[in-house]
């Protein structure tokens, strides 16, 4: 098998087709593998294994011709994607498993070459960030706004200020209550026993009024 598309058998097109789809799910489960749960869905995984293969097919289709590359691209134009892309991570994604589907139709080497670097840093990633966060009770990386609609919080109402909560790594909202003068806190982890141990030690604070805690399904 060469790498001119044009040059390929229906046989090596098939075959070529389930390597893309390979290694678009390859980078899907990788993501699962690493406590991804967003991307652990039926409408992601067809995604991860359909999107690198349709951009394959079109790469091969409009190869070598001029006039029906011109005539692609003012059809893809219309197409317009209104569902919307929750992270700058899923949007990279996206851009990797199209740039594998073309890869896979001009030079199939260095698409799997880019696939398993990308399941490389994915799951070096997240493992030394797990590593962190569970054996050393801490994280490198604060919270995005959109990773914390995930994960575990913890609401504090306090009648004084509570100074070891300001410098909380994990904090994600301090506001004064002006009516009640009240001071609220809102902290958010990936850990439940984190937030617990915080909350068993708030409990003992005669400032604190209440204390709730919302765990991620």
């Not at 919080?153 to 009240?182: A, G, M, P, T, W």
């Not at 806190?185 to 005669?206: A, C, H, M, T, V």
């Amino acid at each position: 098998m060469n790498n001119l598309v044009a040059d390929y058998n229906y046989l090596e097109y098939f075959i070529l087709i389930l390597l893309t789809s390979g290694l678009g799910l390859s980078i899907r489960f990788t993501l699962g593998y690493s406590k991804q749960s967003w991307v652990m869905t039926a409408h992601h995984t067809l995604t991860y294994c359909l999107l690198p293969t349709i951009t394959m097919i079109i790469t091969a289709l409009i190869s070598g011709n001029l006039a029906l590359s011109l005539g692609m691209i003012g059809a893809l134009s219309i197409v317009r994607f209104r569902n919307p892309v929750k992270s700058p991570l899923e949007l990279v994604l996206f851009f990797a498993l199209i740039t594998i589907g073309i890869g896979c139709a001009v030079n199939f080497k260095l698409s799997i070459l880019l696939a398993f670097m990308i399941n490389i840093f994915i799951f070096t990633f997240f493992k030394v960030d797990h590593y962190f966060l569970k054996n050393k009770n801490k994280s490198i990386f604060t919270l995005s706004f959109e990773e914390g609609l995930n994960y575990n919080s913890i609401d504090i109402v306090s009648k004084e200020e509570l100074k070891e909560l300001n410098d909380h790594k994990n904090l994600r909202q301090f506001y004064i209550d002006n009516n009640l003068k009240n001071f609220n806190y809102k902290i958010e982890s990936k850990s439940r026993e984190e937030l617990e141990n915080l909350n068993k030690i708030l409990k003992k604070d005669p400032n604190v009024i209440n204390i709730n805690i919302y765990y991620a399904r």
